[in-house]
Protein backbone atom coordinates (compact mmCIF):
# COMPACT_ATOMS: atom_id res chain seq x y z
CA UNK A 1 0.00 0.00 0.00
CA UNK A 2 1.39 3.31 -0.91
CA UNK A 3 -1.01 5.68 0.39
CA UNK A 4 -3.56 5.65 4.00
CA UNK A 5 -6.16 6.60 1.82
CA UNK A 6 -5.96 3.29 -0.48
CA UNK A 7 -5.99 1.07 3.05
CA UNK A 8 -9.92 -0.47 3.11
CA UNK A 9 -9.56 0.49 6.96
CA UNK A 10 -9.37 3.84 5.95
CA UNK A 11 -11.73 3.92 3.31
CA UNK A 12 -14.24 1.96 6.04
CA UNK A 13 -13.66 4.38 8.66
CA UNK A 14 -13.95 7.68 7.07
CA UNK A 15 -17.08 6.25 5.56
CA UNK A 16 -18.60 4.92 8.90
CA UNK A 17 -17.53 8.07 10.48
CA UNK A 18 -19.31 10.26 7.74
CA UNK A 19 -22.78 8.43 8.10
CA UNK A 20 -22.43 8.74 11.60
CA UNK A 21 -22.38 11.80 11.59
CA UNK A 22 -25.37 12.28 8.76
CA UNK A 23 -26.89 9.65 11.14
CA UNK A 24 -26.60 11.99 15.01
CA UNK A 25 -27.91 14.89 12.99
CA UNK A 26 -30.67 13.55 11.58
CA UNK A 27 -31.71 11.90 15.20
CA UNK A 28 -30.74 14.81 17.01
CA UNK A 29 -33.98 16.96 17.02
CA UNK A 30 -35.45 13.82 18.71
CA UNK A 31 -33.20 13.55 21.35
CA UNK A 32 -31.85 10.16 20.48
CA UNK A 33 -28.16 8.89 19.23
CA UNK A 34 -28.04 6.27 16.53
CA UNK A 35 -27.55 3.84 18.97
CA UNK A 36 -30.44 4.67 20.79
CA UNK A 37 -32.82 4.55 17.63
CA UNK A 38 -30.90 1.06 16.55
CA UNK A 39 -32.89 -0.34 19.67
CA UNK A 40 -35.68 1.60 19.23
CA UNK A 41 -35.73 -0.03 15.67
CA UNK A 42 -35.38 -3.47 16.61
CA UNK A 43 -37.83 -3.65 19.66
CA UNK A 44 -39.94 -2.57 17.56
CA UNK A 45 -39.69 -5.22 14.61
CA UNK A 46 -40.49 -7.91 17.43
CA UNK A 47 -41.93 -7.01 20.80
CA UNK A 48 -40.84 -8.82 24.10
CA UNK A 49 -37.12 -9.36 23.41
CA UNK A 50 -34.58 -9.17 26.00
CA UNK A 51 -31.16 -6.85 25.94
CA UNK A 52 -29.58 -9.79 25.17
CA UNK A 53 -31.47 -10.61 22.00
CA UNK A 54 -31.18 -6.89 20.74
CA UNK A 55 -27.44 -7.04 21.87
CA UNK A 56 -27.02 -10.17 19.44
CA UNK A 57 -29.21 -8.64 16.89
CA UNK A 58 -27.18 -5.43 17.04
CA UNK A 59 -23.69 -6.97 17.24
CA UNK A 60 -23.39 -4.72 20.63
CA UNK A 61 -21.77 -5.78 24.15
CA UNK A 62 -24.08 -6.37 27.23
CA UNK A 63 -22.31 -3.55 28.92
CA UNK A 64 -22.63 -1.14 26.42
CA UNK A 65 -26.66 -2.57 25.83
CA UNK A 66 -27.72 -2.49 29.29
CA UNK A 67 -26.54 1.75 29.22
CA UNK A 68 -28.28 2.49 26.15
CA UNK A 69 -31.73 0.35 27.17
CA UNK A 70 -31.20 2.31 30.51
CA UNK A 71 -31.36 5.75 28.88
CA UNK A 72 -33.97 4.85 26.60
CA UNK A 73 -35.91 3.91 29.85
CA UNK A 74 -35.20 6.96 31.75
CA UNK A 75 -36.15 8.68 28.59
CA UNK A 76 -39.54 7.01 28.75
CA UNK A 77 -38.67 5.49 25.41
CA UNK A 78 -38.94 2.00 25.62
CA UNK A 79 -40.06 -0.03 29.25
CA UNK A 80 -39.01 -2.94 30.91
CA UNK A 81 -41.51 -5.76 31.75
CA UNK A 82 -40.70 -8.67 33.81
CA UNK A 83 -40.51 -12.16 32.28
CA UNK A 84 -43.75 -14.03 33.38
CA UNK A 85 -41.46 -17.31 33.29
CA UNK A 86 -38.47 -16.20 34.84
CA UNK A 87 -38.14 -13.47 37.17
CA UNK A 88 -34.54 -12.99 36.00
CA UNK A 89 -35.29 -11.55 32.51
CA UNK A 90 -36.69 -8.61 31.70
CA UNK A 91 -38.78 -7.96 27.90
CA UNK A 92 -38.37 -4.85 25.82
CA UNK A 93 -41.30 -2.99 24.95
CA UNK A 94 -41.72 0.43 23.12
CA UNK A 95 -43.59 2.81 25.91
CA UNK A 96 -46.57 4.84 23.99
CA UNK A 97 -44.41 7.54 23.77
CA UNK A 98 -41.11 5.70 21.77
CA UNK A 99 -44.49 4.36 19.57
CA UNK A 100 -45.82 7.74 19.05
CA UNK A 101 -41.88 9.28 18.37
CA UNK A 102 -40.49 5.96 16.48
CA UNK A 103 -41.86 7.15 13.05
CA UNK A 104 -40.79 10.12 13.21
CA UNK A 105 -37.13 8.96 13.18
CA UNK A 106 -37.75 6.33 11.18
CA UNK A 107 -38.61 8.72 8.43
CA UNK A 108 -35.48 10.83 9.04
CA UNK A 109 -33.37 7.40 8.45
CA UNK A 110 -35.39 6.58 5.86
CA UNK A 111 -34.47 9.91 4.44
CA UNK A 112 -30.64 9.66 4.93
CA UNK A 113 -30.48 6.07 3.66
CA UNK A 114 -32.76 7.11 0.40
CA UNK A 115 -29.81 10.17 0.07
CA UNK A 116 -26.81 7.89 0.66
CA UNK A 117 -28.43 5.51 -1.86
CA UNK A 118 -29.32 8.61 -4.00
CA UNK A 119 -25.35 9.03 -3.97
CA UNK A 120 -24.04 5.95 -4.66
CA UNK A 121 -26.63 5.74 -7.50
CA UNK A 122 -26.22 1.99 -9.49
CA UNK A 123 -23.74 0.90 -6.74
CA UNK A 124 -26.08 1.24 -4.08
CA UNK A 125 -27.81 -2.19 -3.69
CA UNK A 126 -24.40 -3.51 -4.35
CA UNK A 127 -22.40 -1.57 -1.60
CA UNK A 128 -25.21 -2.67 0.87
CA UNK A 129 -24.89 -6.02 0.29
CA UNK A 130 -20.69 -6.00 0.25
CA UNK A 131 -21.06 -3.93 3.82
CA UNK A 132 -23.54 -6.84 4.99
CA UNK A 133 -20.73 -9.19 4.05
CA UNK A 134 -17.82 -7.39 5.72
CA UNK A 135 -19.92 -7.52 8.85
CA UNK A 136 -19.95 -11.16 9.07
CA UNK A 137 -16.41 -11.57 7.69
CA UNK A 138 -13.75 -13.51 9.80
CA UNK A 139 -10.42 -12.90 10.52
CA UNK A 140 -7.95 -15.54 9.25
CA UNK A 141 -5.66 -14.58 11.30
CA UNK A 142 -4.44 -17.59 13.52
CA UNK A 143 -3.90 -16.74 17.57
Known amino acids: MEHIRDCISFQASAAAKTIARLSRARLAPFGVTPIQFAVLQAVSEADRQTAADI ?54 MNDLNAEIDAALSQSAASVRKSLQKLATLQSKEKT
Not at 66 to 72: A, P, W, Y
Not at 75 to 83: C, H, N, S, V, Y
Open 55 to 108: GTALMIDSATIVGVIDRLEAMKLLTREADPTDRRIYRLLLSPNGLEGLPAMQAG
